[in-house]
């Protein structure tokens, strides 16, 4: 949101974020995807989440799938608060 000039420019930016889900295990399997959107629906982070969250909540191992989770959400949160770091220092000098 700080590198847009508007607001409806802040709101796009999520856009891309919106559309992964879709392109994730959270609605089919990504067993019966064909083979590029397989590879990329299994190497993002809303699939390990999903399946770490899945396995939670149906009592089963969850195995590494919530490490992968938990290593996308902080590589996620230290890319985007050094990114809006340096996008905040260069705003207010």
Same mark, same amino acid.
């Given at each position: 949101g700080l590198s847009a000039k508007t607001m409806e420019g %802040? #709101? %796009?930016f #999520?856009?891309?974020l $919106?559309?992964?889900p879709f392109l994730? !295990? %959270?609605f089919v399997p990504t067993d019966t995807m064909p083979g590029p959107l397989r590879v990329f629906a299994e190497h993002q982070p809303v699939t390990? $989440?999903?399946n770490a969250v899945r396995a939670l909540f149906a009592e089963q191992p969850v195995g590494n799938d919530i490490w992968i989770a938990l290593a996308w959400c902080v590589g996620i949160l230290a890319v985007a608060y050094a990114f809006a770091? /340096? /996008?905040y220092r260069?705003?207010? !000098?």
């Open positions: %802040a #709101s %796009a #999520s856009y891309p $919106i559309f992964l994730s !295990s %959270a390990s $989440i999903v770091m /340096t /996008t260069r705003k207010i !000098s």
